[in-house]
Nanobody
Framework: QVLLVESGGGSVQSGGSLRLSCAAS??????????MAWFRQAPRKEREGVAA???????NYADSVKGRFTVSLDNAKNTLYLQMNSLKPEDTAMYYC?????????????????WGQGTQVTVSS
């Protein structure tokens, strides 16, 4: 397992944008060789998959964020991103970076072996 570190969370108004970043604590951990994803968890709700990216670059999105969120990987910086546009109050949650899925572009929590500590996103109406 590797420690993942998220950043970029914050408070925005409805309709605003944020970009989340995820980096590895170990520089030898190459993101492009691992299946990665973003998850989120709102208070009193289960953690849910938001966006996933496979080693071949294919992506998968939850229906609730399709057309608004984009997951991408900067290989040169070894950083995973989640660009979030047209944010809504219901997007308010703690967002987590995950790695090492056993299934391609999975949005299932139990498919991932490595997790970050999360970054808070709050969207006000």
């Amino acid at each position: 397992q590797v420690l993942l570190v998220e950043s970029g969370g914050g408070s925005v108004q409805s309709g605003g944008s944020l970009r989340l970043s995820c980096a590895a604590s170990v520089y030898t951990y190459t993101f492009s060789r691992h299946r990665m994803a973003w998850f989120r968890q709102a208070p009193r709700k289960e953690r849910e998959g938001v966006a996933a990216i496979d080693t071949d670059g294919s992506t998968n999105y939850a229906d609730s964020v399709k057309g608004r969120f984009t997951v991408s990987l900067d290989n040169a910086k070894n950083t995973l991103y989640l660009q979030m546009n047209s944010l809504k109050p219901e997007d308010t949650a703690m967002y987590y970076c995950a790695a090492d899925s056993v299934v391609s572009a999975s949005l299932r929590v139990w498919h991932y072996n490595s997790w970050g500590q999360g970054t808070q996103v709050t969207v006000s109406s």
